[in-house]
Structure formats: structure tokens, C-alpha cells
Nanobody, 126 residues
Framework: QVQLVESGGGSVQAGGSLRLSCAASGATISSNCMGWFRQAPGKAREGVAGIDRDGSTTIADSVKGRFTISKDNAKNILYLQMNSLKPEDTAMYYC????????????????????WGQGTRVTVSS
């Protein structure tokens, strides 16, 4: 069974940084599509960043230049480095994975992943 466990969330002032981690078990992140999503109170879930099997990345315009997605294949951990945080970045952040026997095209920022973590909360104060 695939499990994704996020960590690294917390409270930070505007302009600060956080690094989120997603530890995966039951699947190898190097051979699957991975992504980060967020959901603010009263808003729909939105894609923040995606990383393909070959390491190529897709970043949402709203966080481009501030957020970076990466993965450590040896540790089987996905990361989201968040810099220059803004109050509008406040949300629950979720790790996602597309794990299938067929290598579909990666969803990038679309929510077409089939495994999700429980989320980690990020609060940015002004």
C-alpha cells in the first residue's frame, strides 16, 4: 500500500521560508509522478508543483520563482522548498503520487493523482 507522509509545515512570518517533506512508502518516487497541492480555507485545491519521472518540473505561476520542487531518490522523499512566503500561501499542503502499472503522462498540476497524503499546515502571517 502506498503511503505519503508530509512534514515541515508550521507558522512563519511573511518573507520567511519553509521546506516541506513527503516521505513515500510502498512506491518508488523515482519511477512515479509526484506533486504538491494546497487548499486554503474556503477555496478549491490547487496544484503548486509537479515533478516527472525524469526530474522535470512544473511550477504554478502563483509561486514561480519562490517555490522549488525536488526529490531525493535515494531517500525516497519529495520536497517543496518555499521561499519569500506570503500570507496568501497559507493553506494545507498535500503531497500526491500517481502510481500505476502503465506509465501515463504525468498530471503536473492537475489533480489526477491516485494517492494523497494527509497534509501539513502552513500559516504565513503578515
Amino acid at each position: 500500500q502506498v503511503q505519503l507522509v508530509e512534514s515541515g509545515g508550521g507558522s512563519v512570518q511573511a518573507g520567511g521560508s519553509l521546506r516541506l517533506s513527503c516521505a513515500a512508502s510502498g512506491a518508488t518516487i523515482s519511477s512515479n509522478c509526484m506533486g504538491w497541492f494546497r487548499q486554503a480555507p474556503g477555496k478549491a485545491r490547487e496544484g503548486v508543483a509537479g515533478i516527472d519521472r525524469d526530474g522535470s518540473t512544473t511550477i504554478a505561476d502563483s509561486v514561480k520563482g519562490r517555490f522549488t520542487i525536488s526529490k531525493d531518490n535515494a531517500k525516497n522523499i519529495l520536497y517543496l522548498q518555499m521561499n519569500s512566503l506570503k500570507p496568501e500561501d497559507t493553506a494545507m499542503y498535500y503531497c500526491s503520487a500517481l502510481v500505476t502499472s502503465f506509465q501515463w503522462e504525468c498530471p503536473h498540476l492537475r489533480a489526477a493523482y491516485n494517492y494523497w497524503g494527509q497534509g501539513t499546515r502552513v500559516t504565513v502571517s503578515s
